[in-house]
């Protein structure tokens, strides 16, 4: 009933669960570029959340100090080639601190997708929370949520979390902190997608006929309106989730994020900074991550979007004939 009402409804459904689970997943796996940046991202996340396993199974502790690694005349660079590259150390050693570069990349990662993941769910949270009162609520309640909403994106949000992160109390969990500041200021778009969305879908013939069937507003969210918020809602989180290591990893690298010793992608750019002639290894290996990771998110992400509104491709692919045409 609700795939009938919904295609025979005027203006264009809100991509949902009617398009089929398994019709999105098929379509995913048949993107090669999809299936590679999710076996990038698998093998990221197992190594992250495998990070005492392997740093255990390669003998070496994050944490630990190495001295007799670095060449003290040097100002601290890591003896051997490629910053110390052997044996015992899998990606060679940090210098002026001979800690061990594997183990530090693995538990970076470990802080950087932990900080990102959870600034997402919040925002998700948040603005889906925000977006569908806008649409159910008053014109009134309309007015104030969508003009809060229009400041939270107009706020410049890297110059507020610098402020709020200096504020706080040093003993507070660093992790959580940037979570929290994330989460909280940057749900605005989050918002607008939800509020847009809805405005359309309590329109169609399946939102009127719940409620003409007895159901009350919070059952027609929860049953009618939240699954086909998911296809939009899933596209966004996978744009915000890349943004949002990026965030963390600019925070840390301008020395306001995660505070050492607790590794950090960004924080290890930071110190490198005055290490990339002496040991360009440790510019390379976290920078590399990073990017390697947020472009996996993208790709991902646009895959994503086009499984889940396979409109969309209908679209370019008539738009590209019609182009060869006219050629």
């Known amino acids: 009933m609700h795939d009938t009402l919904a295609s025979g409804a005027d203006g264009p459904p809100a991509p949902g669960p009617a398009a089929g689970a398994h019709g999105a997943w098929h379509r995913l796996r048949a993107r090669p570029s999809a299936v590679v940046a999710g076996a990038v991202l698998a093998v990221l996340v197992l190594a992250a959340l495998a990070a005492p396993l392997l740093t255990a199974v390669s003998g070496q502790d994050p944490y630990a100090y190495h001295d007799e690694l670095v060449d003290s005349a040097s100002g601290g660079a890591p003896e051997g080639a490629f910053g110390g590259v052997g044996g015992e150390h899998w990606l060679g050693v940090e210098p002026g601190t001979g800690r061990d570069l594997f183990a530090r990349l693995l538990y970076g990662a470990r802080v950087s997708l932990l900080v990102a993941a959870g600034a997402t769910v919040l925002q998700i949270a948040i603005g889906v929370g925000v977006g569908l009162a806008a649409a159910l609520g008053s014109r009134w309640a309309d007015q104030v949520l969508s003009r809060l909403t229009d400041v939270m994106v107009a706020l410049p949000m890297l110059v507020l979390a610098i402020a709020l992160t200096t504020v706080v109390p040093e003993g507070f969990p660093r992790p959580l902190l940037l979570v929290l500041v994330m989460g909280v200021l940057n749900w605005g778009g989050t918002s ?112 994503v979007r086009t499984a889940l509104d396979p409109r969309e491709a209908s679209r370019l692919r008539v738009g590209t004939r019609k182009e060869k045409t006219r050629d």
């Open 192 to 303: 607008r997608v939800v509020r847009a969305q809805t405005l359309t879908l309590r329109r169609l013939d399946f939102v009127a006929a719940a409620r003409l069937g007895g159901s009350g507003p919070w059952r027609v969210v929860r049953r009618e309106l939240l699954p086909s918020l998911a296809a939009p809602v899933i596209t966004y989180a996978a744009i915000l989730l890349p943004s949002n290591i990026v965030l963390e990893a600019s925070l840390s690298f301008l020395g306001i994020g995660v505070k050492p010793p607790t590794p950090s992608w960004g924080q290890m750019l930071s110190t490198a900074t005055t290490w990339f002639r002496a040991d360009p290894m440790y510019v390379l290996l976290p920078s590399g991550l990073l990017f390697v990771t947020v472009l996996a998110f993208t790709v991902l992400g646009d895959a």
